[in-house]
Nanobody, 125 residues
Framework: QVQLVESGGGLVQAGGSLVLSCTVS????????MGWFRQGPGKEREFVAA?????????TYADSVEGRFTISRDNTKSTLFLQMKNLVPEDTAVYYC?????????????????WGRGAQVTVSS
C-alpha cells in the first residue's frame, strides 16, 4: 500500500515562508507524478502544484501560487516538498499531498490515486 504523510504546516505571518514535506511509503515512488492540493475554509479542494515522475523535469503551478511556491522531490528519500514564500492570508488552507500511478503531471483531483490526511497552514494578516 502507498501511504502519504504530510508535515511542516503551522501558523505564519503574512509575508513569511513555510516548507511542507510529504513522506511516501510503498513502492515505485520514483515513477509517480506527485501533487499538492489545498482546501480553504468553505472552499472546494483546489490544485496547487504538481511534479512529474522520475527526475521531475516537468512542474506545473496554479496561477495563484506561481512564482511564490516551488515543488520538488527527493527520490532517494521518497519525499515531496512544497516551499512556500511570500505567504498571504488567502493561502490559509489544509494542504494535501497526492500521488498518481502515472508519471505524467496533472492538475485534476480525480486523476490522483493516493492522498495524505493533510497539513494545516494558517497565514495571519
Amino acid at each position: 500500500q502507498v501511504q502519504l504523510v504530510e508535515s511542516g504546516g503551522g501558523l505564519v505571518q503574512a509575508g513569511g515562508s513555510l516548507v511542507l514535506s510529504c513522506t511516501v511509503s510503498g513502492r515505485a515512488f520514483n515513477a509517480r507524478a506527485m501533487g499538492w492540493f489545498r482546501q480553504g475554509p468553505g472552499k472546494e479542494r483546489e490544485f496547487v502544484a504538481a511534479i512529474s515522475g522520475w527526475v521531475g523535469f516537468v512542474t506545473t503551478y496554479a496561477d495563484s501560487v506561481e512564482g511564490r511556491f516551488t515543488i520538488s522531490r527527493d527520490n532517494t528519500k521518497s519525499t515531496l516538498f512544497l516551499q512556500m514564500k511570500n505567504l498571504v492570508p488567502e493561502d490559509t488552507a489544509v494542504y494535501y499531498c497526492s500521488g498518481r500511478k502515472s508519471p505524467e503531471v496533472s492538475s485534476e483531483t480525480y486523476e490522483y490515486d493516493y492522498w495524505g490526511r493533510g497539513a494545516q497552514v494558517t497565514v495571519s494578516s
